[in-house]
């Protein structure tokens, strides 16, 4: 962007530097004025300023596509570690401090199962609404943000053809992710008749379609990165 305004200022200024010599060109012969020289400088001076500004906005549209699929990362990265967190609340047990071997009802608990001393036990402990509804308007905030960055991502000439493809293969996947979000919001409303490793599926699921769409950023940002070094 900086490099296009200072075309366009280079450009303003050398036309302004020749309405003097223009004026007494004039003022002297009018074949002065119109010389095959003066014409291809002029012609020279142009085509420079278009490359120039050229160049700019290529460049300012790496910078912008750049930005663009590094926050389409972040907003991918907030949705799976929301999802993540909804698994773990679908999945809470109570703990038992573990040291010698010992019997618990009819379970027997051998010495230090895991290097922490704690042991899972018993069935999962019911999902806390307030946290489902927490976690459940994270993605749900998300999800429009991803669209949009999707949506409005501009990529440069250099890799629009490849980088489309690719992101078109983007489509679908969030499309089901939609679907994942929206079985969950369902599910969030009747808590207390659904199974907690129900739940926690529907959020594996929608986590790995976010996985999936994050492999595919990656390989059109790796297409911006490798267009930049030729």
């Known amino acids: 962007m900086l490099r296009s305004q200072k075309s366009k200022w280079v450009s303003l200024l050398m036309a302004l530097s020749a309405v003097p010599s223009a004026i007494a060109a004039d ?5 002065a004025a119109s010389s095959p020289s003066s ?7 142009a085509n420079g300023s278009d490359g120039a500004a050229l160049q700019g906005s290529v460049k300012a549209l790496d910078v912008e596509a750049a930005e663009g699929l590094r926050q389409m990362g972040d907003s991918l990265k907030k949705m799976q570690r929301a999802s993540l967190e909804l698994m773990g609340e679908c999945t809470r047990q109570n703990y038992i401090s573990v040291g010698d071997p010992d019997v618990v009802g009819s379970i027997i608990i051998p010495a ?3 290097p922490s001393g704690m042991m899972a036990i018993g069935p999962y402990l019911p999902i806390r609404e307030k946290w489902m509804d927490y976690y459940m308007d994270q993605i749900g905030k998300l999800i429009p943000i991803f669209a949009s960055l999707t949506d409005g991502l501009q990529l440069p000439p250099g890799v629009r053809t490849e980088g489309t493809a690719l992101l078109d293969t983007i489509r679908p996947l969030f499309a089901d992710a939609r679907t994942r979000y929206m079985n969950l919001l369902n599910m969030s409303k009747e808590l207390k008749t659904m199974k907690n490793m129900t739940i926690a599926k529907e959020a594996v699921l929608l986590h790995d379609d976010m996985q999936k769409i994050d492999g595919i950023r990656r390989q059109v940002f790796k297409l911006l990165q490798d267009s930049e070094k030729k």
């Open 27 to 31: 003022a002297n012969s009018d074949s």
């Open 39 to 45: 014409t291809s400088a002029s012609s020279a001076a």
């Open 112 to 114: 230090l199962p895991d």
